[in-house]
């Protein structure tokens, strides 16, 4: 089985543009995390996706948006681009085969944006 | 909500250096719990799991983790650590039974020296 792939790999963007990330799970699985990883802050949660349905968000204000797709695909966006959101946001897959997000999270390996 | 707490930051150890790492999660209920490691440049990948059962869960590469539901702690470790074991790991937490989000410790940096 392929892993979770995501798109772009890396982007570099200017203050106040948007930028959207894409992230294909592992084929058969619903539930789509999306992570903002810095250095010194770890992982931090943004939202989870199953069944196109956002099940849970962070902490994180409403330029940060996302979507999943039928096809348990999903997107990310960030509008209004500020410098701290250069980051390395990380998708992440699970089978959710009971509905529930308990299961192993498969990891992509991440878009790198860089905000200048 | 939960929380996860990794108090060692950055580790340094000697080949055949014996590792533990902390992790201590702050939740009422039952919970399941998770390290993942990152490599230099890889992706995130699960080095343990606990869901259930015995408390002492073994992973990849020679790790395990012991459970202590008293301590709120999933503390991991290896006997004999290698140059290949550097790399940046993260405990995580998820409250089990619902629809919760998975909550990530702020991640250990170990470096092993040759």
């Known amino acids: 089985k392929a892993g979770v792939t995501q798109t772009p790999r890396y982007l570099i963007k200017t203050r106040g543009q948007q930028v959207t990330l894409s992230c294909s799970p592992i084929?058969?699985?619903?539930?789509v995390s999306w992570y903002q990883q810095t250095p010194g802050q770890g992982l931090q949660f943004l939202f989870e996706y199953f069944s196109e349905t956002q099940r849970n968000k962070g902490n994180f204000p409403g330029r940060f948006s996302g979507r999943q797709f039928s096809n348990s695909r999903s997107e990310m966006n960030v509008s209004t681009l500020e410098l701290g959101d250069s980051a390395l946001y990380l998708c992440?897959?699970?089978?959710?085969?009971?509905?529930?997000?308990?299961?192993?999270?498969?990891f992509g390996p991440g878009t790198r944006l860089l905000v200048l | 909500a939960q929380s996860v707490s990794q108090h060692n930051h950055h580790v340094i150890l000697s080949e055949a250096a014996s590792l533990e790492l902390g992790c201590n999660y702050s939740?009422?209920?039952?919970?399941?719990l998770f390290w993942y490691v990152q490599y230099p440049g890889q992706h995130l990948q699960l080095l343990l799991k606990?869901?259930?059962?015995?408390?002492l869960v073994k992973g990849i590469k020679g790790f395990e983790a012991e459970f202590i539901k008293s301590k709120f702690s999933f503390n991991l470790r290896k006997p004999s650590v290698q140059w290949s074991d550097t790399a940046e790991y993260f405990c995580a937490v998820i409250a089990s039974g619902g629809y919760q989000k998975v909550t990530f410790g702020t991640g250990t940096k170990l470096q092993v020296i040759p």
């Open positions: 939740y009422g209920g039952t919970v399941n």
């Open positions: 606990y869901f259930s059962g015995d408390p």
């Open positions: 084929s058969g699985h619903r539930s």
């Open positions: 992440a897959s699970s089978p959710a085969l009971s509905g529930r997000a308990e299961e192993t999270q498969y």
